[in-house]
């Protein structure tokens, strides 16, 4: 049973617990006014049902608050060889389309990760992206196959090698070869699939390998 404290108790169980009060104080004066024959018994058997109804109301659990998802702005440490990331998760369309635009500075060691439904070859370009970037296309294992540059405001895109493209990581310039992180590097799948359900997401809906 839950507790009973009256701080836990939300507005309606209080509403029902002082209308039974008012209830019992009517019965009881009404009961040291009228004194009629056979009304005590009666009145006893009422305040016994209300203040049941009371104790019972009062012992109901407060429902919990519907759990919240992490917000697109989120960042999820995962990591890549032997390195990790700071990364914040783009996983629809709309997230996909804004990518990294008008971020006039990216964070030493963060990145965004997008994540795609099926494996294929990707492109991306830099409209309205002010920062120098590096991209890495990774399959669906998480295995680093391809590391490409990215130009600042280049709408001319950079387009994988690879067909089986199922995760891009962009972070700044440089990021893969400062931390020694090559094609071949895996990504921490665990990572990402807890991450991804932290942002409300099913991972049933990414071809994910297990």
Known sequence: MQTSDPAFLDSQSK?????SGALIFF?????????LPGTFPLVRLILVVLLGTAAL????????PPPTSALPETYFPIAIGSSTLQLQLALT???????LMFRESLPPDHGMLFLFPQPKQQSFWMKNTMLPLDIGY??????????????????SGVTSRSSQILIAI?????????????????LDLSALKAAIRQRGHATANYALEE
Not at 15 to 19: K, L, N
Not at 57 to 64: E, N
Not at 93 to 99: D, M, R, Y
Not at 140 to 150: D, F, K, T
Request: aromatic residues 6%; contains cysteine; charged residues 25%.
């Open 27 to 35: 019965a009881m004066h009404e009961t040291r006014n009228n004194k």
């Open 138 to 155: 990774l399959d669906a294992s998480g295995r680093l196959l391809e590391i490409h540059q990215l130009f600042p405001y280049d709408e």
């Open 170 to 186: 962009e972070t700044n310039r440089d990021w893969y070869a400062r931390n020694g992180v090559a094609t071949g590097a895996r």
């Open 93 to 99: 369309p709309a997230e996909h389309q804004k990518g």
């Open 15 to 19: 509403g029902s617990i002082r209308q």
């Open 57 to 64: 109301v009062a012992c109901q659990p407060r429902s919990a």
